[in-house]
C-alpha cells in the first residue's frame, strides 16, 4: 500500500511554462484535494474532487486546472508557470469530506517559477 | 472570513509539557484537526475534535470548547523528536465552495531543546 504518491518531488520551471503534477492514491478514497504551501504559512486549497468526474475550486485555485477521470488519480495543472506560483504542492485523500476523516497526504512536490 | 490563530514558536525542553492553543473564528464550524509536519516532510493527522471535551491519544492530547471557538494540542513528556510544526485546522462550510473543507491555520513550530 503506497499511499498518496506525488511526482516529481522536484521541478523548476520558467515563466510562462506549463506543467502537470502528478498525484495518486491506492486507497480508494473518494475525496482527493491540492494545497500548496508557502515559507512558514499553512496549506491553502487550491482544488479538491469529492469523486471520479467531480471537481471544484479551492482557496486559491486562479492559474490551476484539474480533473478527475479515476477514483485513483487527481493532476494538477498549471496553465502559464508565475514566480508567485513557487511553492511547495501537497496532494492528500481521505475517504470522504464528512466529519473527521484524516487526510492523508504525499511528500510534496517542491516547485520553483524563475 | 475564517481565520485561525495560533503562536508561530514554542519552545520547551525534553520531559516537559507543552501546550498549543488555537482560536478560530469560522462559519459552519464542524471540528477541529491537528497535524504535525517536520522539516521538509508532509503533514501528519494527530488527532480530530467534533465535540467539546479532551482526546487522548498516547501523549498528545486536544480538546476543543466550541463555546469559545478554541482548542489546544497538550504534548507530554516531550521527546526530541517532537520538534516540528504544528497546524491547526478547523473543517467547516467554506465561503468559495459549499462543500466542507479543511482551512489550516499558519502553524507553530515547536523547539524541543536537550
Known amino acids: 500500500n503506497a499511499g498518496v504518491t506525488q511526482t516529481p518531488k522536484f521541478q523548476v520551471l520558467k515563466t510562462g511554462q506549463s506543467m502537470t503534477l502528478q498525484c495518486a492514491q491506492d486507497?480508494?478514497?473518494?475525496?482527493m484535494s491540492w494545497y500548496r504551501q508557502d515559507p512558514g504559512m499553512g496549506l491553502r486549497l487550491i482544488h479538491y474532487?469529492?469523486?471520479?468526474?467531480?471537481?471544484d475550486q479551492g482557496e486559491v485555485p486562479n492559474g490551476y486546472n484539474v480533473s478527475r477521470s479515476t477514483t485513483e488519480d487527481f493532476p494538477l495543472r498549471l496553465l502559464s508557470a508565475a514566480p508567485s506560483q513557487t511553492s511547495v504542492y501537497f496532494c492528500?485523500?481521505?475517504?470522504?469530506?464528512?466529519?473527521?476523516?484524516?487526510?492523508?497526504f504525499g511528500p510534496g512536490t517542491r516547485l520553483t517559477v524563475t | 472570513g475564517q481565520s485561525l490563530e495560533q503562536p508561530s514558536e514554542v519552545t520547551a525542553v525534553e520531559g516537559a509539557i507543552v501546550q498549543i492553543n488555537c482560536t478560530y473564528q469560522t462559519s459552519g464550524f464542524y471540528g477541529l484537526s491537528w497535524y504535525q509536519q517536520h522539516d521538509g516532510g508532509a503533514p501528519t493527522f494527530l488527532s480530530y475534535n467534533a465535540l467539546d471535551g479532551l482526546e487522548e491519544t498516547g501523549r498528545f492530547s486536544s480538546f476543543l470548547s466550541r463555546s469559545d471557538s478554541y482548542g489546544y494540542l497538550l504534548l507530554q513528556e516531550l521527546q526530541m523528536k517532537d520538534s516540528a510544526s504544528y497546524f491547526c485546522a478547523v473543517r467547516d462550510r467554506a465561503p468559495w465552495g459549499s462543500a466542507r473543507q479543511l482551512t489550516f491555520g499558519s502553524g507553530t513550530q515547536l523547539t524541543v531543546l536537550p
Open positions: 486507497m480508494n478514497h473518494e475525496y
Open positions: 492528500a485523500s481521505s475517504q470522504a469530506q464528512g466529519l473527521g476523516y484524516e487526510q492523508y
Open positions: 474532487s469529492v469523486g471520479a468526474g467531480i471537481t
